[in-house]
């Protein structure tokens, strides 16, 4: 089973930013924090990891709580390219690739 | 760099066939996973293959099955086809080495009526 939490949907709009969060309270220590979105009728596409430390790339920022038990991605001008079902996931960075994906939220983003 | 391919991109067979879905990873990646999206169940795992090995396997029955070739294209096969195999296949690969997160393809669609 998933070990996070998400809500099913949330709405932004065009040029704000949008906050997406995840619960992960039973995290493990060695266990990192995953985001991948998935845009209708396409493979999901990876966004971003981290173990503790806030983390940002071209695409986003993963903001994790000092207890590591949340965490929040945030998509900094969100445009309509950003409507996709985003996934948050928790994994162990062992030898092999498996994901264990949730429900994930479903983000719009309104004009 | 090409990006992950899957051959078909579309598929309709009938109850009780078999299907063979072909996934070419992006070069010099050695690890290819395989998935299964459906509405209610959602996205999941259904193996992964490392260097023509089966390194992790999911929870589905024996008809599922997949190979890895020597230059990494990985096939998946699904034997005795029954209404509820209709879904996406989504293949991902990533070079194998730990931690390296994984790149999908855009899925075959299969319909099983």
């Known amino acids: 089973d998933a070990k996070t939490t998400q809500p099913p949907s949330m709405d932004c709009a065009e040029g704000r930013a949008a906050n997406l969060p995840c619960n992960h309270s039973?995290?493990?220590?060695?266990?990192?924090v995953y985001w991948y979105r998935q845009i209708h009728s396409q493979g999901p596409q990876y966004i971003i990891h981290g173990l503790k430390n806030n983390e940002t790339n071209e695409m986003a920022s993963l903001i994790i709580t000092e207890d590591r038990k949340s965490s929040t991605l945030i998509l900094p001008h969100a445009t309509l390219r950003d409507t996709a079902v985003y996934y948050c996931i928790v994994r162990v960075l062992n030898r092999d690739d498996k994901i264990i994906f949730g429900k994930g939220t479903r983000l719009h983003i309104l004009p | 760099k090409a990006g992950v391919t899957q051959t078909p991109r579309y598929l309709i067979k009938t109850r009780g066939q078999q299907v063979t879905l072909s996934c070419s990873p992006i070069s010099g990646h050695r690890s290819v996973s395989w998935y299964q999206q459906t509405p209610g169940q959602g996205l999941q795992f259904l193996f992964e293959y490392f260097s023509e090995t089966q390194r992790n396997k999911g929870n589905f029955p024996g008809r599922f099955s997949g190979r890895q070739f020597s230059n990494s294209r990985s096939e998946m096969n699904v034997s005795t086809l029954e209404l509820g195999d209709s879904a996406l296949y989504l293949c991902?690969?990533?070079?194998?080495?730990?931690?390296?997160?994984?790149?999908f393809g855009p899925g075959t669609r299969l319909t099983v009526t």
């Open positions: 991902a690969s990533s070079p194998g080495v730990r931690g390296n997160e994984q790149y």
């Open positions: 039973t995290i493990s220590g060695n266990e990192y």
